[in-house]
């Protein structure tokens, strides 16, 4: 069994080194070592502590931060550590997003509103069929969309070009799973939408959201949506092409942290053009408001934690 150190700091690493994730680790490796740089992992992991890397004969060194791996691999280099015992970037992140993603049990078909998503790279990896949604064939984040739903060079399934809440082209009960990732905060009436993705999900079908945790984006100026926010504005058939928000956004929107959003007038004016591009954040989502959405469509929650900088929701229906 390979043995390996586990080298992470600050809030990420606590975010995720969870005895979930420990006892999934454990089940492949021989954990020799943890480091902590910011020297604060709790005691509720009953596991060696470090402050310093032990040089352990034949011990790989896993680092958790994708975001500082380069900087961490040189100081780790510069302490004498080979460059061959420290695993590639992508070996965390990997890991731990097969263990939140229900791969062993996830099969059949599936579709995908608003990708595609590198976030669910590993589902498109075990070659299910996945379709796909996206309200234009020309949007921000894909450009001339065919008829072939693709993440990179793999061809997953069908690509729908169709809104969020209007799913009428597709049957009812016809997927497996669904997925969404960065998107239902995207759309003005989400519980409409929402309606629309449990009425397409087979029963015992399973939904994943990821909405962004606004702490790490441009909204953490922003108050939280409450649940019967987005319940009135489905009772009221809020549409698309709604503002209500926009002048909330505009005076709250950290810009600094929106590099494609420019200055404020030129964010502005994308914000008037929304139906076109999408790009607005009209509500501020959460684990509570996530939970209670679980309920409303009485749909059994399976996780609903926090994942990747995102508030993550897998329920069954």
């Known amino acids: 069994m390979k043995k390996l150190i586990l080298y992470g700091a600050g809030d990420m690493f606590l975010r995720c080194f969870n005895k979930y994730i420990y006892e999934r680790l454990k089940e492949r490796y021989a954990i020799v070592g943890v480091v902590d740089k910011s020297a604060v992992l709790k005691d509720n992991i009953l596991i060696p502590q470090y402050k310093t890397v032990p040089l352990i004969k034949d011990a790989?060194?896993?680092?958790?931060?994708?975001?500082?791996?380069?900087?961490?691999?040189?100081?780790?280099?510069?302490?004498?550590?080979?460059?061959?015992?420290?695993?590639?970037?992508s070996f965390w992140f990997d890991f731990y997003c097969r263990q939140y993603l229900l791969l062993d049990i996830l099969s059949g078909r599936g579709i995908e509103i608003g990708g595609p998503s590198d976030v669910f790279k590993q589902i498109y990896q075990k070659e299910l069929t996945c379709d796909g949604v996206n309200f234009s064939k020309n949007t921000v984040w894909g450009n001339n969309l065919h008829e072939t739903y693709k993440w990179g060079e793999t061809n997953l399934g069908r690509q729908f070009i169709a809104d969020g809440?209007?799913?009428?082209?597709?049957?009812?009960?016809?997927?497996?799973?669904?997925?969404?990732?960065?998107?239902?905060?995207?759309?003005a009436n989400p519980l409409k939408a929402l309606k629309e993705f449990y009425r397409i999900l087979k029963p015992g079908g399973f939904?994943?959201?990821?909405?962004?945790?606004?702490?790490?984006?441009?909204?953490?100026?922003?108050?939280y949506t409450a649940f019967e926010h987005i319940l009135e504005d489905y009772?009221?058939?809020?549409?698309?092409?709604?503002?209500?928000?926009?002048?909330?956004?505009?005076?709250?929107?950290?810009?600094?942290?929106?590099?494609?959003?420019?200055?404020?007038?030129?964010?502005?004016?994308?914000?008037?053009?929304?139906?076109?591009?999408?790009?607005?954040?009209?509500?501020?989502?959460?684990?509570?408001?996530?939970?209670?959405?679980?309920?409303?469509?009485?749909?059994?929650i399976i996780k609903n934690c926090e994942f990747n900088r995102n508030y993550f929701l897998i329920a069954q229906k």
């Open 235 to 300: 009772k009221e058939n809020t549409q698309e092409d709604d503002l209500t928000h926009m002048q909330e956004i505009v005076e709250k929107h950290d810009l600094e942290m929106d590099n494609l959003a420019g200055a404020q007038e030129q964010f502005k004016e994308r914000c008037l053009k929304n139906y076109e591009n999408r790009c607005m954040h009209h509500h501020v989502f959460n684990s509570e408001l996530l939970k209670k959405i679980a309920w409303y469509l009485e749909m059994k």
């Open 60 to 89: 790989f060194i896993c680092i958790t931060s994708v975001k500082y791996y380069d900087e961490i691999k040189y100081e780790l280099m510069m302490l004498g550590i080979d460059s061959n015992k420290i695993l590639d970037k």
């Open 207 to 223: 939904m994943y959201i990821l909405v962004p945790d606004k702490k790490y984006t441009f909204d953490h100026l922003r108050d």
């Open 165 to 187: 809440t209007d799913l009428s082209i597709i049957a009812d009960e016809t997927y497996d799973f669904l997925l969404s990732s960065n998107n239902l905060e995207h759309i």
